[in-house]
């Protein structure tokens, strides 16, 4: 049988993200072979040293002598930062930190997961326009949904997305101001939130639209999901400058299966937002699967309306 490290360096070797492993003094443990072409630092330069300052942008917790990432907040979802190739390049990447603990729940180390930026496909989004907040925040929601889809393809919870349109927003921010569409979308985000189950996570997906994934078991339970969460939206009690703005929504319901990538099961939420925008709003669409290249839904998709 081989030796099991053997074969964990194996593993960890044939994986595309960069593998760096850090003992409990902040030296390198373990450099795997896509680090090493990320950083062009090769495994031999590195592993039973301290990183180089090139690479410190995965740089020490305050509270911890090992190197991880910058924004501890962010570390169990990854975020986007710089390091550098030894050619002296910077190089965007997404990086992901645990700290390992032995049995006694000591930390012992820490493992570092990094992967060019670049290599993240580009997900369908809302419009956010300069909203500098709204964009942070669509960033950091979107790699918790890339965790999640992840997990998903690998046998976890079942997955499914409801791509959420406020009706009324492109006419309140045009007629009553930016100020008064933000109020409408605090107040809508707490009554969508309400109805939320436990293991939902709400997320603003562009300036006036939001996501929320859902582990719902069955495509019909989403529907069922996403109708409960329309009529709350239309409970929302926005009112501005004495008057009262009914709010409705329009809702895109896909459940994942474990051919689709998240690129194709955003962009079939979307389209069931679209098109219950151009049947007049105020509904639930649970989008068709794909049946070709072309995108496009089956010929009758169910559509409820809420």
């Known amino acids: 049988m081989a030796d099991q490290s053997a074969l964990l360096k194996f593993a960890f070797n044939s994986l595309p993200d960069g593998v760096a ?3 409990a003094a902040g030296e390198v443990a373990y450099w795997n ?40 907040e962010h570390a169990a979802r990854g975020c986007q930062t710089l390091t550098a190739h030894k050619l002296g390049h910077e190089v965007p990447v997404v990086a992901r930190n645990l700290k390992l603990h032995n049995d006694l729940g000591e930390t012992v180390g820490a493992m570092v997961l990094f992967h060019p930026a670049e290599r993240l496909d580009a997900l369908p989004h809302g419009e956010t326009g300069h909203d500098a907040s709204v964009a942070a925040s669509q960033a950091e929601f979107e790699e918790r949904l890339r965790a999640e889809f992840d997990d998903f393809v690998q046998g976890g919870l079942t997955l499914g997305l409801l791509w959420i349109g406020i009706d009324q927003a492109h006419d309140l921010r045009r007629t009553h101001g930016i100020a008064a569409c933000h109020a409408m979308l605090g107040k809508m985000e707490h009554a969508l939130a309400t109805g939320l189950r436990p293991a939902d996570e709400l997320g603003r997906w562009g300036e006036e639209e939001f996501l929320v994934i859902s582990h719902e078991r069955t495509a019909e ?12 939206a239309r409970t929302a009690d926005f009112r501005w400058w004495g008057d009262r703005v009914s ?60």
């Open 21 to 23: 492993v850090f003992d």
């Open 33 to 72: 072979a896509a680090a090493e072409e990320i950083t062009g630092y090769t495994a031999a330069e590195l592993e039973s040293q301290t990183l180089p300052r090139e690479l410190s942008e995965l740089v020490e917790e305050p509270h911890y002598r090992g190197p991880l990432l910058v924004g501890a």
């Open 221 to 232: 339970m989403l529907e069922r999901h996403a109708r409960t969460l329309a009529g709350l």
């Open 247 to 306: 709010l409705t929504v329009s809702i895109g319901a896909v459940q994942a299966e474990r051919s689709d990538t998240l690129t194709i099961l955003l962009a079939r939420a979307r389209r069931g937002v679209e098109q219950c925008i151009r049947e007049g709003g105020n509904r639930v669409i649970r989008a068709a699967r794909e049946q070709s290249d072309s995108a496009t839904q089956e010929e009758e998709p169910l559509c409820t309306r809420s």
